[in-house]
Structures are given as structure tokens and as C-alpha cells.
């Protein structure tokens, strides 16, 4: 029997073949727009799952009172790690502690690379289960051995045995290569990390002194823990969290200023869940998580809703077919499993299509996405899943027009006296509705978010980006010869300003405290965004001066004068800011020299943080900000300036970025995510135009006795047109009205994460509007004009 079922339903498939690739297709795109974004959320929700230990692993985070509001960092003390082992060590089976991990050049021989490493205590090694394939992971308790990954070995050594080569670090610290680790999961917060180097050797390095002075004061580290097995996350967080405030308050003769709560952020969280705003988590990707599930939730909905349009809509040409099967002796069961036969098999060839889909652009996805996602091929889950979906959906969809199809009388039938109803469209208008509302929805969310990314692109910088390079020093060598290295930089005729920072303009990220100004509010627990610059700094970004002066080598006085941001001299409160001295406690005193514009240096959403900006006395500047001749090509440029960079330094590799390229990376994640909605938004509508366009043809067939006579009363192909297409633009106006509010109040809920926002303008709704009538409009259009067209002659000749 099943087999007769299927074999009909396959004829029925064949017979209309419209409405058959209408079904299959658009059920197969939202099928695959599903599985895509399914992989996705897989990808994002398994982040940092390849570690056994995980739900044991956590990092300490600091809540701190800075600038009258509390502020969370992952940034730690270099007592902390100590403390929490001497006061709470019962509770932790491991606390390490580490540097950050970053670029640094490895050197060996003549081979030169750049890999991203840190400085690591040694219990890292059983904290992330890393695999040695050669070597043994306890030689890290040596300061002089290295630990490099798999890929590293064979970038550096290619073939050879790496076991006891010496490696030079940013050609200063020679350390034994003691073991070769395999790479740890890409998919993961350690996935960039190529190389462990001991903490110690960063400890009794004179090179990185600075970072061990002040050691409560300065979080230059981060502190990762293990929890012991009996120990509870919450309950050891809570333990701690007096900790550093304790120590504060010691150091500082209890000093209220001083506020500070430690927590643990367990490793579970740190990836979806790591933005926090006045101390509290207010989420982070997992909102984008929880997007796209219900994009993808949304889209497939609008394919089924096609399928079960199309299907209940042709209901009454089924009727005689159906009339007759009862008069022959068919029974009421063997007609409902013959019309669920054939929406199980269009689900079931969507779901097979789906996945070619999936195939074909699982590449382009991942470019888009910046992901490096495959097909789950081999998990029982992954098919599983979608066989149980494609069975449920066959089900759902076909249970309509089962259950309603087969109850025909056939006598009423077979009589000609049966018709479907009035009210019987009502249910498949109510779909069209829903589907054109969230397909508009999702059109004016995909407008907005691009509205906002290029709000933030247009907002003033406060400095000229145009032909500004910066070259990235990673050793010392550069450094101690840049004076003859910037007479020849400006002497080649391809440069016009030359100048040193201790960081790229675009990325500040050094933070003091410990300042006091005349008027300051006793309870004021401040904390100042700093850089470290040589004179002619503001002259080659740019910044514009908006009192005072700027930095003259001429005037020796200036060693001991800030430049302040326009943010800074309002948090301090000053007045006539100009001369206000300013006592760096531990120090010096400065005086405040001038005064420049705000500048974005972090995020561009963000509003720009209070600065100082002060000549280097004891920082070692790693930075020179280049500015290119205008009248030479770029190109150009930047060979005649590497050329003479390697003079001074010919070992080093010369990293240089465009400081407009850099700026425009501070957008990357927003327009990624404005991407694929636009991408999916424009899928959901062409699925939404597939389900119009079946219905427009269902209703030009179901209507050709009327178009015809209507034509030869005298009606013209206009008329026609308008009668045929006017249903159509009702219910597109109605989810306009629907999708409106609903899409202000989403947005302008997203909107308020951001500082510096855009508002969400008239026109956007506006051209959402125009264009989803004029999408309905040109999908009905052919089939209305079509039917309009039609000899009457041929649809009125049997009546």
C-alpha cells in the first residue's frame, strides 16, 4: 500500500510540476538557510568545548570603582595569583598566571616568523589538557624552555627534530625548544596560541622590569583558575571577592576610594557572555546567537507556510479526484495516508536538496561569516535531526489538507454542487501575512543596522586617517636609532611627518591612576587612558588643538605638560584647564599645555574616554606613525620606507598598517552581522515571492471563467491586472502595518547598546514599504497579465 501511495503521489508530482518545484525549492532554501544557520550557532555555542576540563576552568575578573562608574576587566594584579593560592588554595586545583597572548617574532637561524605566544606558569599545560607530541610539558618549570606548537615546529624547522634548538623571542630572550604540543582547538579562546614561554623567564627578563614595579597598582596580567572537584563556582567567586579591595585598602591607608570586587567568569561564559556594563553581564554574542536561531526559525517558517498554501489552495481541483476514490470504495484512512504520502516525499526531497544547497555555499557562508564551518557529516545528530524535521514538517503541512480533503461528501462532488467556501482563503491570507511581516521585519532591521554601522563610520575622529601609517616595532633596534631613522624618513621625500607613540592611535588601551588636580571630588576613584608620544606627534596625526598648545621640542618645560582631551578636562571639571597642574602621584607634577579635540581610539560606538598624553620618560615607544607624501603613490611610499627601515634593522619583519584600514576593522563585526541578515532577509523574501507567485497562479486558473467573461463585457488587460493583483497588495499593506511597530521597538532596543547611535529615520520605513509592494507587484504581475491576456474564447467554449 505505501507503495502505491508513493508511487500516486510521485505521478501527482510530475503532473504538476509548477506547483512541485514551488513546494520542493522554497522549502528546500529555507531548509538549507536553516542548516547554515544551525552550523553556525553549533560552531559558536561549542566555542572552547574541546578542553575536558571546561567547566572547571575559570578567569578572575575585577569590578572596579573607576571614574564613578564600576568597570569590569579581565586584566589582573601580579599579587593575585599568589594571594588566591596562599589564602584559598584548598579551593583550586590550579591558579596560573599569564601575559597576553600576542605577536612576537621568533628567530632562529635565518629563519624569521611571527607567531602569536604567551608567558605562562606551567600548570597551563594540565589546565588545557594540551597533548605533547614530543618533549615533556613539565620542562616549562625551566625559565629558559620553550614549548611551540605543531604548526610552529614546522613552520620554523620544518622536518627537522626542534628538541634543544635555542629560538630567540622579539630578538631578546633566547629560550630551548623542551617540547612540541599538538595545536589546541581552533575553535577556542588558547586556539591562536602557537607558543608557551615560562612566566619566569618574563620575570627576570630586564626587558619587561617595568611590568613587575608597583605590582597592585599595574594589571598587566591575567590570572586563569582550575577549581579543586568539591569546589563551587559561585560559592569560591563570592569568597574571594574581598580579596584585591582588602589589599587596596592596606596599601592605601583606607582610602574609600579604592572599591574593588573579584569574581570568576567560568570558561563557559567568557565567549558568549563577555560584555558587562556597570558590573553587570549584559550578555555579548550570544544575542547574535539567539538572532539568527530565530531568523532561522523564522525563514523556515515562511517555507512551510508556502507548502501548506499551495497545498490546501488547490483543494478543489483535488475534489472530484477525491469524490471519485470514495465512490470506488476508498476509505477515509487510505486518504489521508495517500496525502500525507506526498507531503512527506516533497519534504523529503527538500531535505536531500537542502543539503546540496548547504554544500554549494557552505564556502561563500564561511568567507561571510568569517568561520570555518563543515557539514557535520559523520554526527548520528546531525541527521538525526534532519530526518526528524523533514518527517515533522511532511506532517504538519500535510495534515490540512489530509484531514480536510478527505472528508468531501462525494456525492456533493461528484454533483458539481461542492464548493470550498467563503471563509476557507481566510487561513491562507492570515499565512501571506505572516510571511511578508517577518520578511519586512527583517528588511528594516537589516536597513537600520547598516544605518548604524555607517553613522559611526562618518563620526568625527579627531584626526586625519588619510595617508597615516603605523609600523609596528617589536624589537628595540629601531628604537634606539629613530632619530637618524626619521632624518631619513623625511629626507626620502615620500614622508612628511615622522613621530613615535607608545601605541597605534587607533587602539589605546594603557590606563593610569593615581592623579590629583585642584578641585577634585575626594570620592573620585580615577582612572585615565594614556599614551606615552614624541613632540611632533599631533602634527603628524593631525589633532586639532582646541586650547593651549601643542608639544614644542624647543621648550625643554614640556617633558613635565599633558595634552588632555576635551573628555578629560570635562571629567576633572576644569575650567580654564590651561596651566592647571596635575599631580601624577608616584611621578611627577605636569602641567596641562593644551588641549586637543576628542579622538576615537577605541570603539567608535563608544564615547571617547578621558586621556592624557604625555613625552616618554622611562616607556619604550612601540610605535612610528608615518605620514605619507600625498603626491606619491602609496605603493611607492612604503618600499622606499621599508627599504629603510631594514637598513636600521634588516633581521625584522616590517609590520605596517594603514590607520584607515585599521579604523575600518573596528566595524568588522557589526558589518559581518549586517551581512548575513541582509542575506537571510533577502532569502525570506524570495521565499515569501515564491509562495505569492504559486498563489497568483492558483488563483489566475481557479478565476479564467471570470477573465473571461469579464473580457468580453469589455474589461481591458488594466483592469484585469488591478482585480487580480489588489488581494495581493492588502495583505502585503496589512504586514506593513504589523511589522512596523514591531521592528521600531526590536531595533530601537539594539540600538540602545550603543553609546553613539544613529535613530532609526523615517525613510526606512518607507522604502521598506515601497519596495515590498513593488516586489508583490512584479512577482503576481506575470501570471495576472498573463491570465489578462488569455483568448476568452478558450476558457468560455465548454460553458
Known sequence: MIKNYLKIAWRNLIKNKASALINIGGLAVGMAVAMLIGLWIWDEVSFDSGYPNKARIAKVMDNSWVNNETQTYGSSALPLAPALRNNYGNYFKHVVIT???????????????????????????????????????????????????????????????????????????????????????????????TFIAPFQMLAISEHYAARFNNPWGAGWFQTYVQLADNANMNNVSAKIKNLKLNALIGLHNDDARYKSALFLQPMSSWYLYGDFKNGINIGGRVQYVWLFGIIGV?????????????????????????????????????????FYSESLLIAVLAFFVSILLVVLFLPEFNQLADKKITV??????????????????GLVAGSYPALYLSSFTPVKVLKGTFRVGRWAAIPRKVLVVVQFTVSVVLIIGTIVVFQQIQFAKNRPVGYSRNNLINVDLQTDEINKQ??????????????????????????????????????????????????????????TVGWKIAAGRDFNEAFLSDSSGFVVNEAAVKFMGLKHPIGEIVDWV?????????????????????????????????????????????????????????????????????????????????????????????????????????????????????????????????ATVLNLWQLLSKDFVVLVVISLLIATPVAYYFMHTWLQNYEYRTHIAWWVYAITAIAAIAITLATVSYQSIRAALANPVKSLRSE
Open 99 to 193: 601575559s597576553w597572548t600576542n605577536d612576537h617574532i621568533l628567530t632562529y637561524g635565518e629563519t624569521m616568523v611571527t607567531k602569536k605566544g604567551n608567558f605562562m606558569e606551567p600548570a597551563i599545560t594540565d589546565m588545557l589538557s594540551v597533548k605533547m607530541l614530543k618533549g615533556s610539558a613539565a620542562s616549562l618549570n625551566d625559565p629558559t624552555s620553550l614549548l611551540i606548537s605543531q604548526s610552529t615546529a614546522k613552520a620554523v624547522f620544518g622536518n627537522a627534530d626542534p628538541l634543544n634548538k635555542v629560538i630567540k623571542i622579539d630578538k631578546k630572550l633566547d629560550a630551548k625548544v623542551t617540547g612540541v604540543y599538538q595545536d589546541l582547538p581552533q575553535n577556542s579562546s588558547f586556539g591562536d596560541l
Open 298 to 338: 523564522f525563514v523556515l517558517l515562511l517555507a512551510c507556510i508556502n507548502f501548506m498554501n499551495l497545498s490546501t489552495a488547490r483543494s478543489e481541483k483535488r475534489a472530484k479526484e477525491v469524490g471519485i476514490r470514495k465512490a470506488i470504495g476508498s476509505v477515509r484512512s487510505q486518504l489521508i495516508g495517500q
Open 376 to 393: 557535520l557529516w559523520g554526527s548520528p545528530l546531525f541527521w538525526a535531526l534532519g530526518i526528524a524535521f523533514s518527517l515533522f514538517t
Open 482 to 539: 629613530y632619530q637618524p631613522l626619521k632624518n631619513d624618513l623625511l629626507a626620502s621625500g615620500v614622508v612628511t611627518n615622522v613621530a613615535e607613540s607608545e601605541n597605534a592611535i587607533t587602539h589605546l588601551y594603557i590606563s593610569n591612576g593615581g592623579f590629583n588636580w585642584s578641585g577634585k571630588d575626594p570620592a573620585i576613584q580615577e582612572q585615565f587612558t594614556s599614551m606615552a608620544i614624541t613632540s611632533d606627534f599631533g602634527k
Open 586 to 714: 608616584g611621578n611627577a607634577k605636569f602641567k596641562i599645555i593644551g588641549v586637543v579635540k576628542d579622538m576615537v581610539n577605541q570603539s567608535a560606538y563608544d564615547a571617547p574616554q578621558p586621556t592624557l598624553f604625555y613625552l616618554p620618560r622611562w616607556q619604550h615607544l612601540s610605535n612610528v606613525n608615518i605620514k605619507i607624501n600625498p603626491r606619491v603613490s602609496a605603493h611607492d611610499a612604503i618600499a622606499r620606507i621599508r627599504t629603510i627601515f631594514k637598513k636600521y634593522d634588516p633581521s625584522t619583519t616590517f609590520n605596517y598598517q594603514f590607520i584607515d584600514e585599521a579604523y575600518a576593522k573596528k566595524f568588522n563585526n557589526e558589518e559581518r552581522i549586517g551581512k548575513l541578515a541582509s542575506c537571510f532577509a533577502g532569502l525570506a523574501i524570495f521565499i515569501s515571492c515564491l509562495g505569492l507567485f504559486g498563489m497568483a497562479t492558483f488563483m489566475a486558473e481557479q478565476r479564467v471563467k471570470e477573465i473571461g467573461v469579464r473580457k468580453v463585457l469589455g
